[in-house]
């Protein structure tokens, strides 16, 4: 379970804390953009932050340290991308980029997909909800194990009230 709550900027200052910054392609599958860019606030829909317990951070940074490195090369540069900035309490700072067709790459290396962080991570971003139904269980294979959030909403059709190809949402620690 996580609050939803908006601020009113993006440039934020955390000290010390964890968060994730996670940027995503909004309701388009069939589009070709780059997962491993610096985003700039221009270019994004701010949905301002979310929040989770610790228990559920600690989960995903676990089996974010639990990645396994991966011998293929696929590039995650293609359609429903979701990038994941984390930023740790020691200050270090790790990306993650997930492409729509399996390829997961950290720090720009290449990792075995892990469906478990795939799906909370997409799950607390809000992700799912800017596509339909029939989208999510076509391309979002983690949906298999997990299913569609009980949260789930069918944002697809505001699409046209965003000017913008990517959202973003801060994930912070109660």
Do not use: W
């Not at 639990?66 to 740790?88: A, R």
Request: hydrophobic residues 35%; aromatic residues 14%.
């Amino acid at each position: 379970m996580f609050i939803l709550n908006s601020c009113s900027g993006s440039n934020d200052h955390i000290d010390d804390k964890e968060y994730i910054d996670v940027y995503y392609a909004i309701g388009y599958v069939d589009s070709d953009g780059p997962c491993e860019k610096d985003f700039v606030d221009s270019e994004v829909f701010d949905k301002g932050r979310v929040y989770i317990d610790r228990k559920e951070y600690e989960a995903i940074a676990k089996l974010l340290a639990g990645l396994k490195v991966s011998s293929d090369s696929i590039t995650s540069t293609y359609g429903m991308c979701l990038q994941s900035n984390f930023h740790f309490a020691d200050s270090s700072y790790s990306r993650v980029s997930i492409g729509q067709f399996g390829g997961m790459t950290v720090d720009s290396k290449p990792f075995a997909r892990k469906d478990s962080l795939v799906y909370l991570l997409r799950q607390h971003s809000g992700f799912y909800n800017y596509y339909n139904r029939e989208d999510l269980t076509r391309f979002c294979k983690e949906l298999s194990s997990f299913n569609i959030p009980e949260d789930y909403q069918d944002l697809s059709s505001n699409l046209d009230t965003i000017n913008a190809f990517y959202a973003k949402i801060r994930i912070l620690v109660e």
